[in-house]
């Protein structure tokens, strides 16, 4: 059974840093792309950063570029997201999530529990 155990969340104000991480049960879990999916109340889900399974390939959304940064370490089965100069606008529920395939454009195929992320200005 594929387990993603999301933490690091909290409420923050506007400027501070978080960082979130995600603990991975999967096997092979070094063959495999992960993300960070962010859903905010009344919005689409959408993908804010993801990274290749040697983690040598990294992409972001376009309004966290500069701020976020997504890491693992695949010797410990962890993904981290270290957000810094955090906005109201990056509040929502964050979700760690693993593809099947060491690349993705996108899409996932497990998904965590998430972890709140609040902004207060």
């Known amino acids: 059974q594929v387990q993603l155990v999301e933490s690091g969340g909290g409420l923050v104000q506007a400027g501070d840093s978080l960082r979130l991480s995600c603990a991975a049960s999967?096997?092979?879990?070094?063959?495999?792309?992960m993300g960070w999916i962010r859903q905010a109340p009344g919005k689409e889900r959408e993908s804010v950063a993801i990274i290749s399974a040697t983690g040598r390939d990294t992409r972001y959304e376009d309004s966290v570029k500069g701020r976020f940064t997504i890491s693992r370490d695949n010797a410990k089965n962890m993904v981290y997201l270290q957000m810094d100069s955090l906005k109201p606008g990056d509040t929502a529920v964050y979700y760690c999530a693993e593809s099947n395939f060491p690349y993705t454009a996108g899409g996932f195929d497990y998904w965590g529990q998430g972890t709140q992320v609040t902004v207060s200005s």
């Open positions: 999967r096997p092979n879990f070094s063959n495999h792309a």
